[in-house]
């Protein structure tokens, strides 16, 4: 299986501010079509989880500009641009590129 | 808008066998390219893929699960199924129903889930 790995686990940030959330994977997530089958998904407290972004860095419908992804291969980047209250959950990171799907650990991000 | 909604008993007995069931409502289930899955989520821990499921009945499982699962669909009754066999403790968890989307030139990602449902394992 490919392994997911986040950091940090935990992200304390002020209101108005950057974010950034780390995602590495045991095994390159390029496929030969040149795309990347990383995805990351928000879990908001009770919630089931959503999806944010998918092959990397395409925004999913309805979310805000101000998330992005980034990376390639093995590293990816899930940023917010200014982080809002709304934005309080876990994110999590997850391979698509072979079964087993596999997630990240999460991290959790709260307002200071 | 797709709506996917979980059923079965919240607690079952170990040894026993787990069966759940995902009620589509607002989209057809007979959609090119979409999977019917199972996602479960261990009490504050994080998410595991169980298995998903092609209208034509196609099954796909978790290595780790496959032995212990079995996935059906009914798209006349717009749902489908999950049983998993042979349930401990360690199988308590949160259970989600979730569509995927499989397209390589388009990506593959969950994009809609149920709301979940707690399945304990305990005597």
């Known amino acids: 299986d490919i392994v997911m790995t986040q950091s940090p686990l935990s992200l304390p940030v002020t209101p108005g501010e950057p974010a950034s959330i780390s995602c590495r994977s045991s095994?390159?997530?390029?496929?030969?079509?040149?795309?990347?089958?990383l995805g990351w998904y928000l879990q908001k407290s009770g919630q089931s989880p959503q999806l944010l972004i998918y092959?990397?860095?395409n925004r999913a419908s309805g979310v805000p500009d101000r998330f992005s992804g980034s990376g390639s291969g093995t590293d990816f980047t899930l940023q917010i641009s200014r982080v809002e209250a709304e934005d309080v959950g876990i994110y999590y990171c997850?391979?698509?590129?072979?079964?087993?799907?596999?997630f990240g650990q999460g991290t959790k991000l709260e307002i200071k | 808008q797709v709506q996917l909604q979980e059923s079965g008993p919240g607690l079952v007995k170990p040894s026993q066998t787990l069966s759940l069931t995902c009620t589509v409502s607002?989209?057809?289930?007979?959609?090119?390219?979409?999977?019917w899955s199972w996602i479960r989520q261990h009490p504050e821990k994080g998410l595991e893929w169980i298995s998903y499921?092609?209208?034509?009945?196609?099954?796909y499982y978790n290595p780790s699960l496959k032995s212990r699962v079995t996935m059906s669909v009914d798209t006349s009754k717009h749902h489908f199924s999950l049983k998993m066999s042979s349930v401990t403790a360690a199988d308590t968890a949160v259970y989600y129903c979730?569509?995927?989307?499989?397209?390589?030139?388009?990506?593959?990602?969950?994009?809609?889930w149920g709301q979940g449902t707690l399945v304990t394992v305990s005597s």
């Open positions: 979730a569509r995927y989307y499989d397209n390589s030139d388009w990506g593959r990602y969950f994009d809609h």
């Open positions: 607002g989209d057809s289930m007979i959609s090119h390219g979409y999977y």
């Open positions: 499921i092609y209208y034509t009945g196609d099954t």
């Open positions: 095994q390159s997530l390029l496929h030969s079509n040149g795309y990347n089958f």
């Open positions: 092959l990397g860095s």
């Open positions: 997850m391979q698509s590129l072979q079964i087993p799907q596999t």
